[in-house]
């Protein structure tokens, strides 16, 4: 069973960083497309970045371009999103996906002062 676990999100000031983690288990992590989606309160789904876990190929939103970076431990089967200079308009539902096909349960991010 796929298994997909976030982690890290907090209440953050604008401009500041956070780490969100997700951790996944029931599947061969190696050599699979993995993505960060987001959903802000009261819209629709936005894909945020993404990364093949094997040649480390990534791609991201022109909206957190320059200031997310995503990310693979292979050796821990762990995603990252390294999130800098955070804004009020990325408060967010962070939610992990394999191949859009398997969802974690999400990790809320909130930036406000």
């Known amino acids: 069973e796929v298994q997909l676990v976030e982690s890290g999100g907090v209440l953050v000031q604008p401009g500041g960083s956070l780490r969100l983690s997700c951790v996944a288990s029931?599947?061969?992590?190696?050599?699979?497309?993995m993505h960060w989606v987001r959903q802000a309160p009261g819209k629709g789904l936005e894909w945020v970045s993404s990364i093949h876990t094997g040649d480390g190929y990534t791609n991201s939103a022109d909206s957190v371009k320059g200031r997310f970076t995503i990310s693979v431990d292979n050796t821990k089967n762990i995603l990252y999103l390294q999130m800098n200079g955070l804004k009020s308009e990325d408060t967010a539902l962070y939610y992990c996906?394999?191949?859009?096909?398997?969802w974690g349960q999400g990790t809320q991010v909130t930036v406000s002062s």
């Open positions: 029931g599947f061969t992590f190696r050599n699979y497309w």
């Open positions: 996906t394999a191949g859009f096909a398997s």
